[in-house]
C-alpha cells in the first residue's frame, strides 16, 4: 500500500437482532423469513412495539451479517428495524442481499426518501395516521418511488384513523400503485371492526393481523 494511503473499515451496520420466523404481515405473511432487524429510528410511534430497537445492539460487518443470513438457509429475506433507513450503509445491505439472489423486502416508515433503494427490493411502506403521533412525518414523495410489487401499509388504532386513511387512499389514488394494507393496532382497535368498515366501504385494501402475535404474543425475535 503506498505511503500516506487511507485505509476505510468494511461496511457494518448496527443490529439489533437477526432471527428465522414466520413472516406476520404483508402479503409474504406466513413464509419462512430471516429477519435483519438495524437498531434506531426516528420516529417515536405511540403504539410502535419494537421500541428495544431504538438502541444498542451490535455493531456487525455486512460480511459476517451475510454470513449469518446465509446459515439459516432461507431465501425470504425481510430487512426491518426501527427504520432501516437510518442507517445509510442499509443501502449497502439491500444490494449485497438482492446480488446474492435472496427475495428482499425492506419495512420502512415511509420518513426516509426511498429514491436510491435497489429496485430489486420488495418494498413495504407505512403511511403514518393522526393516532401514531407522526403524522407530519408522512414523506408522500416516495410514493412516487413505490412499483405495483410494492406494498403501502396503514396502521390503525382508531375510528377516526380510517377515515383519514380512507381519505388518503381516494384522494391519492394509493390502490392504483400497488397493494394497500389495512391492520389494527393491537389493544387500540377492534380487529372485526376493522373488517366491519373495510366490507361496508367496499374498500379494495388487504385487511391483515399481525400473525407472528397470533403465533408467539410479543415474545421477541420470533
Not at 437510518?86 to 446480488?99: E, P, V, Y
Request: with cysteine.
Amino acid at each position: 500500500m503506498p505511503d500516506g494511503a487511507q485505509t476505510f473499515p468494511p461496511a457494518a451496520l448496527r443490529i439489533s437482532e437477526i432471527f428465522h420466523s414466520i413472516q406476520g404481515e404483508s402479503a409474504r405473511a406466513g413464509l419462512p423469513t430471516v429477519f435483519i432487524r438495524l437498531t434506531g429510528c426516528p420516529l417515536r410511534c405511540v403504539w410502535c412495539d419494537t421500541a428495544y430497537a431504538f438502541s444498542g445492539g451490535d455493531s456487525i460487518p455486512l460480511d459476517e451479517v451475510l454470513e449469518r443470513v446465509a446459515g439459516f438457509g432461507c431465501r425470504t429475506i425481510c430487512v426491518t428495524g426501527g427504520e432501516p433507513l437510518a442507517q445509510k450503509n442499509c443501502l449497502a445491505l439491500l444490494n449485497a442481499l438482492c446480488d446474492a439472489a435472496y427475495d428482499v423486502s425492506l419495512e420502512t416508515s415511509g420518513a426516509i426518501d426511498l429514491i436510491n433503494v435497489d429496485r430489486r427490493v420488495s418494498k413495504i411502506m407505512d403511511i403514518k395516521a393522526p393516532d401514531s403521533g407522526e403524522l407530519g412525518n408522512n414523506l408522500w414523495t416516495n410514493l412516487d418511488y413505490l412499483t405495483p410489487r410494492d406494498e403501502i401499509k396503514f396502521v390503525l388504532a382508531s375510528g377516526s384513523d380510517y377515515a383519514w386513511a380512507k381519505e388518503a387512499l381516494a384522494q391519492r389514488k394509493l390502490t392504483g400503485i400497488c397493494s394497500v394494507l389495512f391492520s389494527p393496532v393491537q389493544g387500540k382497535l377492534d380487529p372485526a371492526e376493522l373488517a366491519g368498515w373495510i366490507l361496508q366501504d367496499r374498500l379494495q385494501v388487504r385487511f391483515q393481523l399481525q400473525l407472528h402475535k397470533l403465533l408467539w404474543g410479543s415474545e421477541r425475535g420470533r
